[in-house]
T-cell receptor, first 112, second 112 residues
Framework: TQLLEQSPQFLSIQEGENLTVYCNSS?????LQWYRQEPGEGPVLLVT?????EVKKLKRLTFQFGDARKDSSLHITAAQPGDTGLYLC????????????FGQGTELSVKP | AAGVIQSPRHLIKEKRETATLKCYPI?????VYWYQQGPGQDPQFLIS???????DKGSIPDRFSAQQFSDYHSELNMSSLELGDSALYFC???????????FGPGTRLTVT
């Protein structure tokens, strides 16, 4: 059973389209992090959200943490081929020493 | 800025051999996490250390052990290797525990 459900797992879109990736759980997280991972490389941290309802923007990427701290979303506006990659959400539960629980990942392909 | 360093980047071992993976955290980071990522899988937490003491343990086989040294680097020792141990092994560091985790480039272990 996946504690953090990420969807969709695969997404293929055209350049210029918008997209949203979701991470959902029945558990409450103290924080949630979004990573991007290239094949064979380590995950690269994009953003950390820690406050319920928090919204953070990173250029064309918008990250939101749900009010109840059980879910998060990543929205990309006007996707570009350079956005192609694997996006992972990862949450940290309270009093768990900070270990990360990962979602299944979203493999995004943006076609020119 | 300095990042997490892992060595070696690639390792090929035969069944029943042993392997040692090393991780050098970001300077002044006192917490190290180890994750295992199988092909097409999300990273799974193995073990973590804070101030040279084991702080949490996940799905780490008894054949594996790890420690954190006085300079905060960590080593993951793997014995009696099995084919199923073939995976990417990532180290991440943070300060303090529960704060943002930064991942190293990983060690790709192949057991033949």
């Amino acid at each position: 059973t996946q504690l953090l459900e990420q969807s969709p797992q695969f997404l293929s879109i055209q350049e210029g389209e918008n997209l949203t990736v979701y991470c959902n759980s029945s558990s409450v997280f103290s924080s949630l992090q979004w990573y991007r991972q290239e094949p064979g490389e380590g995950p690269v941290l994009l953003v950390t959200v820690v406050t319920g309802g928090e919204v953070k923007k990173l250029k064309r990427l918008t990250f939101q943490f749900g009010d109840a701290r059980k879910d998060s979303s990543l929205h990309i506006t006007a996707a570009q081929p350079g956005d192609t990659g694997l996006y992972l959400c990862a949450g940290s539960l309270y009093n768990q020493g900070g270990k990360l629980i990962f979602g299944q990942g979203t493999e995004l392909s943006v076609k020119p | 800025a300095a990042g997490v360093i892992q060595s070696p980047r690639h390792l090929i071992k035969e069944k029943r051999e042993t392997a040692t993976l090393k991780c050098y955290p970001i300077p002044r980071h006192d917490t190290v996490y180890w994750y295992q990522q199988g092909p097409g899988q999300d990273p799974q937490f193995l073990i973590s250390f804070y101030e040279k003491m084991q702080s949490d343990k996940g799905s780490i086989p008894d054949r594996f052990s790890a420690q954190q040294f006085s300079d905060y680097h960590s080593e993951l020792n793997m014995s009696s290797l099995e084919l199923g141990d073939s995976a990417l092994y990532f180290c991440a560091s943070s300060s303090p525990p529960g704060d943002e985790q930064y991942f190293g480039p990983g060690t790709r272990l192949t057991v033949t």
